[in-house]
């Protein structure tokens, strides 16, 4: 019973991220790759965390709780640099106009 | 006993999980515009992955484990929101216009001057 929910859990998740990398790669705008990114962000650590606790093993547990705290510095970096380079281009159409 | 009520305790966690997961992965590729795309994106994002660490906080073989999974919830609910908020914020800078249906615009324009046009904030 236990082992068969966290499996169709892991599965289920499974699905979500490929969905969310589908998303990743087909959106149109940059704001759409973000939430793509943010959504799987969430779900691969859903998904460490699920595999920890089937296993029995809190080697993963940590590798979720590292993933969390660097992938939000990513994503913060991420967010950071398109901002600049929006901005950027904005000055330069203006510039130009 | 104890071992059946954890079991219902995560069948109802991860039957939040499923409903809430798939209506959030409807919602992000139906939905027209980034807000919108966001909102769904967070119900799947925050909702569901919090239910899926219920589930298994209940499904924890021992203590060490459970303390993780407190740690890692305690880190999750201050990341996730604080990420969807960048999203908007950034959206919102990057200037675009959020979604409004056809009829309903043209009625605005006739009442107020402008009422859909918004400026970006500083």
Same mark, same amino acid.
């Given at each position: 019973m236990k082992f068969l929910m966290i499996d169709i859990m892991q599965w289920f998740l499974f699905v979500c991220?490929?969905?969310?990398?589908?998303?990743?790669?087909?959106?149109?705008?940059?704001?759409?790759k973000l939430t793509g990114l943010n959504v %799987?962000?969430?779900?691969? %650590?859903?998904?460490?965390?699920?595999r920890g606790v089937r296993h029995g093993t809190a080697l993963f547990l940590d590798v979720a709780l590292v993933y969390d705290i660097l992938g939000f510095l990513g994503f913060l970096a991420i967010a950071h640099f398109l901002k600049d380079n929006i901005s950027g281009e904005v000055e330069n159409e203006e510039t130009e106009e | 006993m104890i071992i059946i009520i954890r079991n219902v305790i995560a069948l109802i966690?991860?039957?939040?999980?499923?409903?809430?997961?798939?209506?959030?992965?409807?919602?992000?590729f139906r939905f027209p515009d980034p807000y919108s795309k966001l909102q769904a994106g967070?119900?799947?994002?925050?909702?569901?992955?919090?239910?899926?660490?219920?589930?298994?906080?209940?499904?924890?073989?021992?203590?060490?484990i459970a303390g993780r999974i407190i740690i890692i919830c305690f880190f999750f609910l201050l990341s996730s929101p604080t990420g969807?908020?960048?999203?908007?914020?950034?959206?919102?800078?990057?200037n675009i216009v959020p979604w409004k249906p056809a009829a309903r615009n043209r009625r605005r324009g006739k009442n107020k001057n402008n009422g859909n046009k918004q400026e970006p904030l500083q």
């Open positions: 991220a490929l969905f969310c990398i589908i998303r990743l790669i087909t959106g149109r705008t940059a704001a759409d %799987l962000s969430g779900v691969v %650590l859903a998904f460490l965390v699920l | 966690a991860f039957s939040s999980a499923l409903i809430f997961g798939t209506a959030g992965i409807i919602g992000l967070s119900l799947c994002g925050t909702t569901a992955v919090f239910s899926i660490f219920m589930g298994s906080l209940a499904l924890a073989p021992n203590w060490a969807a908020h960048i999203v908007a914020r950034f959206a919102w800078q990057s």
